[in-house]
């Protein structure tokens, strides 16, 4: 069964940290590039990062970058997300995707083309 499933969501207060994580399983991640999308209630769905398939390549949000890093091992299927530095305004459902690329140094934030998504997990920032 090929599916993505989201790990590491919950509750914390702002100023802390959260670690998601991706797991793949019937397909190899390797061939895919991974992109991190957010939907809140209310509002459309962001695509806060994303990485390549094998240079490691990243991209982020302009509202993420230098609190989030992305990653990704590919010998163990995975993808991640280190969140730090949290705000209320980042509490959101997380999703991660996949898209299949010939392009090593390549990703998207445009959610367009991504094929596999896990069916996410909730993270809320309060106090």
């Known amino acids: 069964q090929v599916q993505l499933v989201e790990s590491g969501g919950g509750l914390v207060q702002p100023g802390g940290s959260l670690r998601l994580s991706c797991a793949a399983s019937?397909?190899?991640?390797?061939?895919?590039?991974i992109g991190w999308f957010r939907q809140a209630p209310g509002k459309e769905r962001e695509g806060v990062s994303c990485?390549?398939?094998?240079?490691?390549?990243?991209k982020y949000a302009d509202s993420v970058k230098g609190r989030f890093t992305v990653s990704r091992d590919n010998v163990k299927n995975t993808a991640s997300l280190q969140m730090d530095s949290l705000k209320p305004e980042d509490t959101a459902v997380y999703y991660c995707?996949?898209?299949?690329?010939?392009?090593?140094?390549?990703?998207?934030?445009?959610?367009?083309?991504?094929?596999?998504w896990g069916q996410g997990t909730q993270v809320t920032v309060s106090s």
């Open positions: 019937g397909f190899d991640l390797d061939s895919y590039a």
């Open positions: 990485i390549s398939r094998k240079t490691g390549s990243t």
């Open positions: 995707a996949a898209v299949v690329t010939g392009y090593t140094t390549w990703c998207r934030r445009d959610s367009a083309g991504y094929t596999y």
